[in-house]
């Protein structure tokens, strides 16, 4: 073998390894730190007291395009808009690890947005190494998610934290949006 094709397959084999990397890192967090879909089933049952198929399918499609979550949060959110917007909520932080917490969010709305709702939330939580690194702001895009039998989902991304909020809720609310979502340890009513 030629020192040119060493090189080559050596650098083939540095970005299979980095490619590898996180995808072994994933799987050993999914091994003992993460819920199986079974696991997020049931607490989703006993938190919306029952388990409709339309939130079935919503967990099952989540799952498939993320794997399974190391947290989760449990709570409410009511939001309302026209053309500009702000949605406000509570909830309790679960992790797998261990250890739960009051969590708040807030955030503002722009878009071809009018109406109110008040829903229920089940976010699933990837990839979050600790409590503290939840506290940020994590873009929202609304409009974009999917409706399966009246449950809504939406992704939300930062620093390589993906969260995946479950609404079911009533109100009347019609439009696309696009806006932030800021997890905090307090309430606060400035949505910014």
Do not use: C
Not at 20 to 32: K, M, N
Not at 99 to 106: A, D, E, I, L, T
Not at 130 to 153: C, E, K, N, Q
């Amino acid at each position: 073998m030629t020192q040119s094709n060493r090189l080559i397959l050596s650098g083939f084999l540095a970005l299979a390894l980095l490619a590898a990397g996180p995808a072994t890192a994933r799987a050993q967090e999914s091994d003992e730190d993460t819920y199986s879909e079974s696991d997020i089933l049931a607490k989703a049952k006993g938190f919306f007291g029952t388990t409709t198929e339309g939130l079935a399918k919503a967990i099952e499609s989540v799952f498939a395009d993320l794997g399974q979550p190391n947290a989760y949060i449990t709570g409410e959110e009511i939001s309302g808009a026209i053309g500009i917007g702000v949605r406000y909520g509570n909830g309790i932080l679960n992790r797998k690890t261990g250890g739960s917490r009051k969590v708040y969010w807030q955030g503002p709305t722009i878009g071809f947005d009018f109406g109110a709702d008040a829903s229920k939330m089940f976010i699933l939580i990837y990839h979050l190494p600790d409590t503290d690194s939840l506290f940020r702001r994590f873009p929202a895009v609304d409009g974009s998610f999917y409706f399966v039998a009246g449950v809504g989902v939406n992704y939300q991304r930062s620093g390589g934290i993906t969260l995946a909020p479950i609404r079911t809720g009533v109100g009347l609310r019609a439009g696309v949006n696009v806006g932030y979502m800021h997890y905090t340890k307090e309430h606060s009513w400035i949505p910014l």
